[in-house]
């Protein structure tokens, strides 16, 4: 069997990484390897240092390493867009409520996805934001800063929101911010020069991962229930499984990412790499392998087999 080492940094991840794997296996003749890389210096180098053929989150970076001449390829992304709840007061009715208030911002991730959300929203002349670490408040517990009183709201992940709301809090229903998001994946050009037939084998399974978890969703389910459940630490089946439901609504079965998506994180990327603004962002992407399969009609096939709706 043909190996692929994938990498990731996120246990959160788990579920849609190793569903990945065992289509790989069961469908492609595809052994995926599955290599947790917690450190971000230790992660960022992976690619280039060997320790793994693609990356499935965390991005940005590779638009650095692009301006300084390496060659990368991103050439998925099965994320809707950021897929965060924003978290806010029950008095709060809608955006107009924050200005002249703040915004509690998690460090880590995306946080100038936030900036570009107010900006969006017309809020960013009006509207302060403070960065809140996890260690200062647990993981994704920026949400405490608004129980407090001290700001008006936080965007956390749905995974992280039981705790939000039982707090007294509740999820305010806002506009998305177009972003590429998590599960986005890459790896080195010469990597996907040399290995094309195996990288496509990869996008198949990565494609017949989301469909599994979209449209068969208790087939799906024992997939996570195994050795992620383990990873994410959870031992209780029915949070597994609104763990489970978070993610696949953030997923699509085409992994195209959008011209606006790519555009916002480009611009995220450049606040924290300027020197990444000298690139294109479209000359890191190649979407060849997605395109030959949407063309063929694998998606739509893979999709109607597993029990898509009609129309959807």
């Known amino acids: 069997m043909r190996k692929l080492t994938l990498a990731y940094r996120d246990e959160d991840r788990t579920p849609v990484i190793f569903t990945i794997k065992e289509m790989a296996a069961r469908h492609y003749d595809l052994d995926v390897e599955v290599v ?41 992304a099965p994320s ?44 960013d002349k009006d509207v302060g934001t403070t960065i809140v670490k996890d260690a200062d408040v647990g993981r994704w517990g920026q949400w405490r800063r608004v129980a407090s009183g001290d700001c008006i709201g936080s965007f956390i992940s749905p995974l ?50 989301v469909c599994l978890m979209l449209y068969d969703r208790e087939a799906a389910l024992a997939i996570p229930a195994g050795e992620p459940m383990r990873r994410i630490g ?34 995220i990327a450049t606040m924290d790499y300027p020197d990444a603004a000298r690139i294109n962002p479209l000359s890191v992407w190649n979407l060849r392998w997605v395109k030959e399969l949407d063309d063929e009609g694998f998606i739509d096939r893979l999709a109607g087999d597993l029990g898509r709706p009609q129309g959807n």
Request: hydrophobic share 45%.
């Open 234 to 267: 959870i031992t209780d089946r029915a949070e597994l499984e609104r763990q489970f439901d978070a993610v696949a609504r953030s997923l699509k079965a085409k992994p195209y990412p959008t011209p606006q998506a790519i555009a916002n994180t480009f611009e």
């Open 80 to 123: 809707k867009g950021g897929g965060l709840g924003l978290v806010v007061p029950p008095d709060v009715e809608g955006p107009e409520a924050f200005r002249g208030k703040v915004m509690a911002v998690r460090s880590s991730g995306q946080p100038h996805a936030v900036t570009l959300w107010l900006r969006m929203m017309g809020l």
């Open 36 to 76: 947790q890389i917690k450190g971000t210096e230790e992660y960022e180098a992976a690619l280039f240092e060997g320790a793994c053929d693609v990356i499935i989150e965390h991005l940005e970076y590779l638009y650095d390493e692009a301006a300084r001449g390496r060659k990368v390829t991103m050439f998925a």
């Open 160 to 209: 992280y929101l039981p705790d939000a709301l039982g707090a007294g809090l509740k999820v305010l229903e806002v506009p998305d911010i177009p972003i590429v998001g998590h599960f986005a994946q890459a790896c080195l050009s010469d990597f996907a020069r040399e290995n094309g037939g195996v990288l496509g084998d990869y996008v198949k399974a990565q494609i017949h991962a």
